[in-house]
């Protein structure tokens, strides 16, 4: 497979680097709170450039992407509209698990023609025990991280979003791979956590999103009841949404499942008009 890396400057002068396979319409392809672009979609790119230019930027601080002090959403906003914008319209654009960056895309770039968010967190609509959870995971990933050991801290982290059936499928270096974005994981948390200001998942902040919504979660998810409650918040607060559950598929189909999600996308952007072509097995 053809391979290129492009570089966008962000507002601040930081560098967003993604790598650029395939051939078709512009898909761009976002990692969560966790990852960055370099791990996200590896295994999912193989079967979307079959049809479509595949973008996976990282923003600032993992994968090949510079980086800078502030991790705020509004600078990450920035990160990823540099990106997108450098392409030019339009684009198919997927979020996934940590989605305000991504939301915060879709509602200022005017490049973005569609959006799929696989398995989004909204924080507003969990319950007090979710959100423990959350703060629990990311607290015992911290304290691993700050004696220097990252695939300890990815270890500590993964059972918050990754199944006992998903684990067993993991790669033996996983925990290292994906060891390298938790600093700034830790600083987007960090950093975000008590910000004040709009949220780019609220009503009023949706509202600026026009462009046709998929929200699918995995009934195998670890934490299914929120993630459905934020796929069916979005759908309620966007002009054009719709949701999807994908049976058994867990929060790392995009790791373990990539086929599968590969399908629903190529299916959803098709039926939208996103792109010119139907999917080809």
Known sequence: MK??????????????VGRVRGEGPSLVLIHGGWGDGEVG?????????RQFTCYTPSTRGRGLSGDNPDH?????????????????????????????AVLGAAARSDAVAALVIFEGYVPTVADDEEL??????????????AVGNLADAAR???????NDTERSALAPDFHERWGRSIPAMLRYFQQNATA?????YDGGQLARISVPVLALWGTGTTHPAFVEKS??????????????????VGHFAPVVAPELLARELASFFGKVGAMENSWIS
């Open 196 to 200: 004040d200001g709009p949220k780019a």
């Open 72 to 100: 705020s959403v509004d600078r990450l906003v920035e990160d990823l509209v540099a990106f997108i914008d450098m392409i030019g319209g339009p684009v198919c654009l997927v979020g996934w698990s940590g989605i305000e």
């Open 3 to 16: 391979e290129k890396v492009q570089v966008a400057i962000s507002a601040d002068s930081t560098e967003i």
């Open 156 to 162: 500590a982290f993964a059972p918050y979003v990754v």
């Open 41 to 49: 979609y590896e295994a999912m790119v193989p079967y979307l450039a």
């Open 231 to 248: 796929a069916r918040y979005l759908a309620e607060h966007l002009a054009d949404a719709q949701v999807r559950e994908l049976a058994g």
């Open 132 to 145: 423990a959870g959350l703060v629990s995971a990311v607290e015992r990933t911290a304290a691993a991280a």
